[in-house]
């Protein structure tokens, strides 16, 4: 089946340095990806919608200038967490419909843990 | 607003035993609803939509607008069905989901 695959999958960062992480479709094409941050014990909180070749779709109270979003190929989408503090620490996960179609079917990454000193 | 509540964070039953994991959402369209599951140490992934009425590993969930719910059920539980469980919701928005908070199933032998 369909692999979405993230990197890295944890990293340790000094406040104020900035940290990208990146999600990859590895057999299939994805124009849009989901960016979601879980805290722990507590649900999936959809940041941004990703779309290739556009500016990110980012919900509301996230920062999109400290949550750099970028799309720039159709199987890679960035997540650059700037100056990094941290309240930033989290576990980042990202995800892509499966074949583009409007089912609410995502493939999920295995997920990247931010730790910020 | 779209919400999904799950109002069970832990719930905990023997093998063989009947599971009810409760979902209730609030959008005031139609909604499509979804239950993901996450096994330990893997990924999140789909188990069940509402559309597709069918039966994965032995789990249905109905989707009643009269009381805005989505319960998962199996009728006997197994020690593998344990796992992190999440109702979502798309509310007219294509891939773009909402999620519940979430409950753990532990299943014990």
């Known amino acids: 089946g369909a692999v979405v695959s993230q990197h890295p999958s944890w990293v340790i960062c000094k406040s104020g340095t900035s940290v990208k992480i990146e999600c990859r479709s590895l057999?299939?094409?994805?124009?849009?990806m989901f960016w979601y941050r879980q805290f722990p014990k507590q649900s999936l909180m959809l940041m941004a919608t990703s779309n290739e070749g556009s500016k990110a779709t980012y919900e509301q109270g996230v920062e999109k200038d400290k949550f750099l979003i970028n799309h720039a190929s159709l199987t890679l989408s960035t997540l650059t967490v700037t100056s990094a503090h941290p309240e930033d620490s989290s576990f980042y996960i990202c995800?892509?419909?499966?074949?583009?179609?409007?089912?609410?079917?995502?493939?999920f990454g295995e997920g990247s843990r931010l730790t910020v000193l | 607003a779209q919400r999904v509540t799950q109002p069970e964070k832990l719930l905990s039953v023997f093998k063989g035993a009947p599971v009810e994991l409760k979902c209730n959402y609030s959008?005031?369209?139609?909604?499509?609803l979804f239950w993901y599951v996450q096994y330990s140490r893997q990924r999140l992934q789909l188990l069940l939509r509402h559309i597709s009425r069918e039966s994965i590993k032995g789990f249905t969930a109905d989707l009643n607008k009269g009381e805005t719910s989505f319960h998962l059920k199996k009728p006997f539980a197994q020690e593998e069905d344990s796992a992190m469980y999440y109702c979502?919701?798309?509310?007219?928005?294509?891939?773009?989901?909402?999620f519940g908070a979430g409950t753990i199933l532990r299943v014990k032998s």
């Open positions: 959008y005031s369209g139609s909604p499509e």
């Open positions: 979502a919701l798309s509310g007219g928005y294509g891939n773009k989901l909402v």
């Open positions: 995800s892509a419909p499966v074949g583009g179609a409007n089912t609410g079917e995502l493939f």
């Open positions: 057999d299939f094409q994805a124009t849009t």
